[in-house]
């Protein structure tokens, strides 16, 4: 350190707006991570260079150890007085330090993006494995899992391609060829992984952020690939005369892995979200701040999203292998109507998008069907939420999972030693030499009675995978903040959660929130208390122009909720009536994702201006 840097190293910074500067010049210019986390106590008034050199050690450290900037930044404020102090004096201090750490300490903060980036090669390694399998399906004179097989795949790629097409709707024809050239070149995982990792902003004309496009595209990957290929792969290897089941066992392991760990990253990586955090914190903050319990609460999703995968996959075979088509049909669709009728006597089966007429039914039959499978292959706790299946169900189907697996096993042995045995008469013949010569004779290869696995293989398996879910769903519970536990067994309705933003909370931001919802979840309860409520408040919001009522809030306001056909007059701008065009004439998609549910999630939770200004933006 050179001498004439010594003075300002203990001169007191007195300018607040001299110790921000000071303190972005430290950071921009240091490079080392402390061993451990430096603790600086200082008043904000008598800080010195050298205790700015000590708050970036700090936040250095913090980056390195937390998930992702937002919890580095908010937790650095936190924990040191000073900062708040100085966050107060500058509202915008946080998140000007958010924006300059992911830009000049992007490198620090490595386990985001390695996820990341493992998520996408798992993703294309399973599509590689899906496509390895079809060829040797072909050639091993397995047509029918073959075509299976590459329909699961090309599903996924047109899903994707929607999916794609919608998202870029607006742009340039050179953009949206690019982004098909993409998907149909199979590497849109690893695009959509870098984007997040190297922080892409929300770009204008785009329906979803990066990571909400990564998020929907693995969702889709996983009901049109990802669900069908184990099945396809967990039948070639029990069934009879398969030379392929090393091969399709391999692709099994892989496709359980790499669903995994989808399921587990948008579950992960939603819940450590500050914003999530700060704008929902009755359902986001399970996973605690400290490595240890992120690593438990990250690995308890794995295994539980693993374990539960295989015992669906292996238990919907095995009932097959019993009952035909036929059987397992029944026993699914049962399952799935039970589901249905519990949500229509609870009257919440409608889905929360403000979606209406035929695209209405449409999207809520095919939400709660899609969402329902997810959760019950891969236990994804993202939809543990209210407003898709709650908490009380998310658990329920656990335990519907473990129950059917133990039943198809212990199925599958009877009907195997039965098989083996010959009926009735080889088991009352009373001969004990002859079960042994039947059991130890040629008769137990079972590649010639249409069973490709010893029954006690399959049974031991399933009894492994039933303890695996039971003991991953402990921990996870463990592992959480306590506080949470309570979200995976409640039965609060989607009606009731959306109700609640409007009678349990004063802020006329938040309240608006229930209008960015379909009408049929509250204006039957308290709908004529939301007419009033808008009539008293919008001469004050169209006179004090507040920052969260913008063109987009004032198109959820539906006409027969003004009571003044002046006031609906100053309200249908023309800026308004092009929203309310486009929505009217948008796809049951843009509908969704115009809906601004999320819009309002970020910009009327009482954010800071700077946010609220982002998320319009």
Excluded at 46 to 52: F, I, N, V
Excluded at 353 to 379: C, E
Excluded at 511 to 518: D, I, P, S, T, Y
Aim: glycine fraction near 6%.
């Amino acid at each position: 350190m050179k001498m004439s840097s010594l003075p300002s190293m203990v001169k007191k910074i007195q300018d607040n707006t001299e110790l921000v500067i000071e303190f972005y010049r430290i950071l921009a210019s240091t490079r080392g991570t402390p061993a451990s986390e430096p603790v600086c106590d200082v008043a904000l008034a008598a800080m010195t260079g050298r205790d700015l050199t000590i708050l970036v050690g700090a936040l250095n450290y913090m980056l390195k150890y937390e998930a992702n900037e937002e919890d580095a930044v908010a937790r650095f404020v936190e924990t040191h007085e000073a900062m708040k102090d100085l966050n107060a004096a500058y509202p915008s201090f946080e998140k000007s330090l958010q924006e300059q750490s992911k830009r000049l300490l992007a490198d620090k903060q490595k386990w985001a993006k390695v996820k990341l980036f493992v998520a996408a090669a798992l993703s294309m390694g399973d599509l590689f494995t899906d496509i390895m399998m079809v060829i040797q399906f072909f050639g091993m004179q397995e047509p029918g899992f073959a075509w299976a097989t590459l329909a699961s795949i090309l599903a996924n790629l047109v899903f994707q391609a929607i999916l794609v097409h919608f998202q870029n709707r607006t742009l340039p024809l050179r953009t949206r060829i690019w982004e098909q050239v993409y998907v149909w070149t199979l590497v849109k995982p690893g695009v959509d992984a870098w984007r997040v990792a190297s922080g892409t902003e929300h770009e204008v004309g785009k329906m979803y952020d990066p990571y909400l496009e990564m998020a929907t595209i693995k969702l889709l990957e996983i009901v049109a690939e990802s669900i069908p290929g184990a099945l396809i792969q967990l039948s070639a290897i029990l069934r009879a005369g398969s030379k392929t089941t090393s091969a399709a066992l391999f692709s099994f392991v892989f496709c359980i892995f790499a669903t995994a760990f989808t399921s587990t990253m948008v579950s992960y990586d939603f819940d450590i979200s500050q914003s999530n955090r700060k704008h929902s914190p009755f359902y986001y903050g399970y996973t605690p701040r400290n490595l240890i319990g992120k690593a438990k609460v990250f690995l308890s999703l794995f295994a539980l999203a693993s374990f539960n995968l295989l015992v669906r996959t292996y238990a919907c075979i095995l009932f097959y292998m019993e009952g035909g088509f036929t059987g397992i049909s029944i026993v699914l669709c049962a399952e799935l109507l039970l589901y249905i009728l519990v949500k229509a006597l609870r009257r919440d089966l409608w889905y929360w998008a403000p979606v209406y007429g035929f695209s209405g039914y449409v999207i809520t039959a095919a939400t709660r069907v899609l969402i329902k499978i997810v959760v019950d292959w891969t236990a994804l706790v993202q939809l543990r939420h209210p407003n898709e299946v709650g908490g009380a169900y998310f658990t329920f189907s656990i335990f519907v999972t473990i129950t059917g697996g133990i039943i198809a096993a212990l199925g599958y042995e009877k009907k195997a030693v039965e098989e083996v045995l010959g009926g009735d008469e080889i088991i009352n013949h009373g001969n004990e030499s002859v079960v042994e010569e039947v059991l130890e004779g040629d008769e137990i290869n079972r590649g010639n009675e249409g069973v490709g696995m010893e029954e006690s293989t399959v049974v031991t398996t399933m009894v492994i995978a039933c303890v695996g879910t039971i003991l991953s769903f402990g921990t996870l519970l463990l592992s959480m903040n306590k506080e949470y536990v309570h979200t995976f067994i409640g039965t609060k309705t989607s009606d009731k959660v959306i109700q609640e933003k409007f009678t349990d909370f004063e802020e006329d931001a938040i309240r608006f929130q229930v209008l960015a919802n379909n009408r049929y979840k509250w204006e039957y309860k308290i709908g004529p208390q939301v007419k009033s409520w808008l009539d008293e408040r919008l001469p004050v919001w169209l006179e004090d122009e507040p920052e969260w009522f913008d063109d987009l809030c004032k198109s959820q306001i539906p006409d027969d909720f003004v009571s003044d056909p002046a006031i609906l007059v100053r309200l249908r701008t023309n800026n308004v009536k092009a929203i309310l065009e486009e929505r009217r004439r948008s796809s049951v998609l843009g509908i969704l994702t115009s809906s601004a549910a999320v819009h309002d999630e970020v910009v009327n939770s009482g954010g800071s201006v700077e946010e609220q200004q982002e998320a319009k933006e």
